[in-house]
C-alpha cells in the first residue's frame, strides 16, 4: 500500500488556532447544557433545523473529501437522523460488547453520512451567529462524542486499506469538531472578563460574616466549560484543552493579582527604595499575599475542579501550579526587604509580614500536598522547594527584627543630650522608647517566638535561664533598665534638686502608666521588677517635698520665737516674712513647671495642701494676736490658710504666674 493510501489518523497540535477576531470574542456564546437523557428524536430535530438552514443543503457533496458519491442529497433526509443516530448507537455497542468474537462489518454509508451531517453543523456554527440558541437543551456536544468514540474505534478495529478514506474521514471531522469546541472554549473563558475579576475579589468589609468569595464565572458558564472540557478530554485533546484553560486562568491570575495594589519588583529596586516608598508597599504586599492564598486561590481551585472533574490529575497538577506561582509572586518582597538598610522603625512591618508568612506558610502546608502524598516525583520535589523557600523568607524576617529591636539599645545608649527639659517635662527618648516598646509588646507572641529562635546575646549573664526561657522578656527589661540610667543622668543637668525629682517623677510616671495599660509590657517586666520602679517614684516625690517644702515649713517652726515665756516680736516678724518670700518665691518657679500626667499633678497638690495648709492655720492661730489690728498685721500676714489652698492650685500648670500685691 502506497504511503498516500494509509489512514490518516488527525495530529493534535499544541495549541489550535484560537478565534481572536474582534467580532468572534465579542459574540454571545451559548453552549447549553448537554444532557446525557436527551432523546435520538430531539438530537436529529435540532440537526434538522440546522441543516435546513438554507445555504448548507447540498454542501455535503463538496465536503465529504468529494469521494463519496453515495452521500447525494443525504442531508435534506436528516428527518430520518434518529433513525441514523441509533444504527450508529447499535454498531458502537457491537464494537465494545465484551462477548463479541468476530468484528461486525463497517457500516461505511451510515458513518459518512453521519460526519457529513455533524461536519456540516460544526461549520454552520462557527459563524458569527451564536452556535445553539440560548433556550435550547443542545445534543451537539453528546454528537461530537460520537464522533470521537467512532474515530477511535475504527482506527482501532479496521486497518484494512479499503476502509483508509472513512478512516481519513473521521479523523478529519474529529479534528474539525475539536479546532470548534476549543476556540468555543477560549472564548467562553474570555466571556465577560472584567465581571469576572470584580466577581472574584472580595469586596469591602461589611457588617457581620464576611462573604464567602465566588467562582469568577456565572454556574451556567461553569457547565458549559465542563461540558467542552469533558468532550475534548474523552476525544483525546487533553493537551489542547488543558492548556487553553492554564493559559487563561494564569492571565486572569496576573489581572486580579495587580488589581489588588501590588505590583512585583526586582530585589534591586526594593533595595533602592526609599523607606516611604517601601513603608507604602508592606501593607499592599500583606493584603496582595492574603487575599491571593486565601481567596483567589481557593477560588481557581474550585473551578478546575468543577471544569476538570472527568481529569482530576490535571485538576491537581493546574491548582499546585497556580498556588506555587501565586507563592513565588509575592516572595521575592520579603526576601528583598531584609536586605535593606535596618532601622528601628521598620521593626512592626517587618513583624507584620513576618506574621503573614507565617500565616502563609501554615496555608502552603494543607494546599500543597507533603513528599508522601504527592510521591516522589518532580512536583512535590518543586512543593519541598517552596515550602523550604518561604520558611527561610520567614526566618530572615525574624532575624532582622530581633537584630532591629535589639538596636533600640544602640539607641537608648546613644542619646547623651545635655539641655535639660524645660520645666521638668517628659523627656522626647522616654516617649519613645516607651511607646516603641507598647507596640513591640503587641506583637508580644511573635517577639517571644522569634527572640527563642534567633537571638544570641552578646555575653552571658548571672540569670542566664531566665534569659533563656524568655530572652524577649530579658532584653525588655534591660532597656527599662538603660533608660531609667539615661533619665537618671538627665535629671542631673537641672541646678534645682526639686526640679530634679519633678523631670524623674514626670518620666517615671510615664513609664508607669504606660506598663500599666499594656499587658505586654507588664507580664514581660514582671511584678517584681514593676513594684521596685513605683517605689523608686514614691521616694522621687519625698525628696521633693524634702527639697521644696522643708524650707517653707522651716518658717513655721516655734524654735527661737519664744524666750522665757515671752514671745520675741522681731523673730515672729522675721518668720512672716520669710515664709512670705519663700512661699512667693516657691508660687512663681513651681507654676512654670510641668507635670503632664493629671493623677501626679493631683497627688502632688493634695500631698503639699496636707502638710503646708494645716501647719500655716496653726502657726498664724498661735501668733497672728501678736500684731496690732490693721495695717502692721497685713504687711507680715499676708496669707489666709485658704489664700495658700488657690496658689498650691496653680502649681505645676506650665505657665508662670504673680501674686497680687496688697496696698
Avoid at 145 to 169: F, G, L
Avoid at 411 to 419: E, G, V, Y
Avoid at 648 to 657: C, Q, R, S, V
Wanted: hydrophobic share 35%.
Amino acid at each position: 500500500m502506497k504511503n498516500t493510501d494509509r489512514p490518516l489518523i488527525p495530529q493534535k497540535s499544541n495549541s489550535f488556532s484560537f478565534v481572536s477576531h474582534k467580532k468572534e470574542l465579542q459574540r454571545n456564546l451559548s453552549l447549553g447544557f448537554f444532557d446525557s437523557n436527551s432523546d435520538e428524536k430531539k438530537t436529529a430535530e435540532f440537526l434538522k433545523d440546522k441543516i435546513n438552514d438554507g445555504d448548507i443543503s447540498n454542501k455535503s457533496e463538496n465536503d465529504a473529501n468529494n469521494g463519496n458519491a453515495d452521500n447525494k442529497g443525504e442531508p435534506r433526509q436528516a428527518v430520518n437522523f434518529a433513525t441514523l443516530l441509533q444504527d450508529i448507537d447499535l454498531f458502537l455497542a457491537t464494537l465494545t460488547d465484551p462477548e463479541m468474537t468476530e468484528l461486525p462489518e463497517l457500516p461505511e454509508p451510515i458513518i459518512r453520512k453521519f460526519l457529513d451531517v455533524v461536519d456540516l453543523i460544526v461549520a454552520n456554527c462557527s459563524g458569527d451567529e451564536p452556535w445553539v440558541p440560548e433556550d435550547d437543551d443542545h445534543p451537539i456536544l453528546a454528537t461530537i462524542d460520537r464522533v470521537a468514540i467512532i474515530n477511535a474505534e475504527i482506527t482501532k478495529h479496521y486497518s484494512e486499506p479499503k476502509y483508509t478514506q472513512t478512516i481519513n474521514r473521521s479523523g478529519s471531522v474529529l479534528h474539525r469538531c475539536m479546532v470548534f469546541l476549543e476556540a468555543e472554549f477560549h472564548l467562553l473563558l474570555l466571556e465577560d472578563h472584567n465581571a469576572n475579576l470584580s466577581c472574584i475579589i472580595p469586596t469591602e468589609e461589611t457588617e457581620g460574616e464576611p462573604e464567602k468569595p465566588s467562582l469568577p464565572y456565572t454556574p451556567e458558564v461553569a457547565e458549559q466549560l465542563r461540558g467542552i472540557a469533558s468532550s475534548m478530554i474523552s476525544a483525546g485533546y487533553v493537551t489542547e484543552c488543558c492548556q487553553a484553560f492554564s493559559t487563561a486562568r494564569h492571565n486572569a491570575f496576573h489581572s486580579i493579582i495587580s488589581s489588588l495594589g501590588y505590583e512585583r519588583s526586582s530585589i534591586d529596586d526594593i533595595v533602592r527604595m526609599s523607606w516611604e516608598i517601601l513603608e507604602g508597599q508592606i501593607p499592599k504586599w500583606i493584603k496582595s499575599c492574603r487575599q491571593a492564598i486565601n481567596e483567589v486561590i481557593q477560588c481557581e481551585r474550585e473551578l478546575v475542579e468543577k471544569v476538570f472533574s472527568c481529569n482530576p490529575k490535571f485538576s491537581s497538577e493546574f491548582f499546585e501550579s497556580m498556588a506555587r506561582e501565586a507563592v513565588i509572586y509575592h516572595l521575592t518582597f520579603p526576601q528583598a526587604v531584609v536586605m535593606t538598610t535596618q532601622s528601628t522603625e521598620k521593626l512592626f512591618k517587618v513583624l507584620d509580614m513576618y506574621e503573614t508568612l507565617k500565616e502563609l506558610e501554615h496555608l502552603i502546608g494543607s494546599l500543597l500536598p507533603n513528599e508522601r502524598e504527592a510521591g516522589d516525583n518532580l512536583s512535590s520535589s518543586y512543593n519541598l522547594d517552596l515550602k523550604s523557600e518561604v520558611r527561610t523568607a520567614r526566618s530572615h524576617l525574624g532575624e532582622s527584627a530581633v537584630m532591629i529591636f535589639c538596636d533600640l539599645e544602640k539607641s537608648i545608649k546613644a542619646d547623651s543630650s545635655r539641655t535639660a527639659m524645660p520645666g521638668g517635662a517628659v523627656h522626647p527618648l522616654t516617649r519613645y522608647v516607651m511607646n516603641y516598646i507598647k507596640l513591640a509588646c503587641e506583637y508580644k507572641g511573635t517577639m517571644e517566638h522569634i527572640f527563642k529562635a534567633h537571638y544570641k546575646p552578646a555575653h552571658h549573664t548571672d540569670n542566664t535561664t531566665d534569659d533563656n526561657d524568655n530572652p524577649f522578656a530579658a532584653q525588655l527589661i534591660k532597656l527599662m533598665d538603660l533608660l531609667n540610667e539615661n533619665i537618671e543622668e538627665k535629671s542631673k543637668l537641672y541646678k534645682d534638686a526639686s526640679l530634679s525629682c519633678i523631670f524623674l517623677m514626670n518620666n517615671g510616671s510615664y513609664m508607669g502608666q504606660k506598663i500599666k495599660g499594656s499587658e505586654g509590657i507588664s507580664t514581660s517586666l514582671g511584678a517584681s521588677w514593676a513594684r521596685k520602679r513605683f517605689s523608686e517614684l514614691r521616694q522621687y516625690h519625698k525628696n521633693y517635698q524634702r527639697e521644696t517644702w522643708s524650707k517653707v515649713l522651716g518658717c513655721l517652726k516655734d524654735d527661737g520665737i519664744t524666750v522665757k515665756g515671752h514671745v520675741q516680736k522681731p523673730v515672729l516678724k522675721e518668720r512672716f516674712k520669710s515664709f512670705n518670700g519663700i512661699f512667693e518665691d516657691v508660687h512663681r518657679t513651681q507654676s512654670a513647671w510641668v507635670v503632664s500626667d493629671e493623677q501626679l499633678k493631683s497627688e502632688l497638690k493634695i500631698s503639699v495642701s496636707a502638710v503646708l495648709v494645716p501647719a500655716y492655720r496653726s502657726f498664724k492661730g498661735r501668733y497672728e494676736h501678736h500684731f496690732s489690728a490693721g495695717r502692721q498685721t497685713e504687711k507680715y500676714i499676708r496669707f489666709s490658710p485658704d489664700d495658700l489652698e488657690k496658689y498650691i492650685e496653680d502649681l505645676f500648670e506650665g505657665t508662670p504666674m504673680s501674686m497680687p500685691r496688697r496696698r
